[in-house]
């Protein structure tokens, strides 16, 4: 494994962690905790130490799963939570981003994650009126010299979102979580440029562009209707397959895996510090971690 130091926060995390959307069950499948123990486990032996998650996973259920997982080797992992929304069930989730609500949900989360820490809390893919409460981030940055939070992250809604990016430092938060992988290069424009800038850490989400980027889908594929990628654009996702087919011929090296390939792609750019692809199995971990034998020494953030 290669690790980066994430901003400011002293967080040495590896370049490769593991997102965990996947154990909430919108992607068509639900999970035993055996299943997450052994990506988990396989992850830890690999050298991974970051794990995202969120509170509206399930109803705090990936977090649960997690929790579970790692109690007895809770000080080995990076974890990243977010707050923002109450689940209700699949694709329901209402927004709670009141002060008062997100205190609530972070003793939820603490109490799922089995943990009296966080490491990076974030503000989850909130609009900008909710964004810019300053009672909120009193009470956020309250938490953090309480202890219950590590560090403070916001993970931007859409990738172009400078405003919320550019506020990073002036409410001690410290790292960015954003949309980018081959297909999608917004970031580069305008919030890279900021997170540089300010010395903020970068998890890049949806490395896989949602599983495409590992060349496995051909224009016309479906996903099954209980699969969130099953709700997209149809023709969207074919333009995008489309698009795979030809990046794999013309950029990917003959004999590389297209999934390596394209997690190392994203921690090419100076301000991405992760990738945290969603795994679904520990073989899947394994492939994603191989990435690092595709990236090349010298990255700024390099720990
Ligand atoms: N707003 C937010 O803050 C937000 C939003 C979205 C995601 N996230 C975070 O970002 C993480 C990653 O995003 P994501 O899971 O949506 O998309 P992703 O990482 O781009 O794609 C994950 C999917 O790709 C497939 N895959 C993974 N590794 C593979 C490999 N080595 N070879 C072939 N296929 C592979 C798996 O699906 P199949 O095998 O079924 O194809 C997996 O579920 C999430 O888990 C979550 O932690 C945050």
Redesign the pocket.
Known sequence: MKYRMLGKTGLKVSVVGI????FGGE?GRTYEQHEVDAILDRGKELGINLI???ECYGDHLSESLIGESIQSSRQDWIVAT?FGHHFHSNFDRTDVFDPKGVVKQLEQSLRALKTDYIDLYQF??GPDSSFDQDELWDTLNKQVEAGKIRHLGI?I?SNENIHQTSQSTKLHSEAI?VVY?RLDRKPELEVFPSCIEQNIGVLA???????LL?G?YKPGAKFASNDVRSRRDAAQLDQMMMEVEVIGREEVPAGTDM?AWALAWCLKHPAVTSV?????DPA?VE??AAAVELVEAGHPQEA
């Open positions: 997102g965990t959307w996947q992607w995202d998650t969120a977010k989850h893919s993970s809604g979580q992988n989400r949806v490395p896989l562009a949602s599983g590992s496995k999934a945290i692809p969603g795994c679904k899947q492939a994603n």
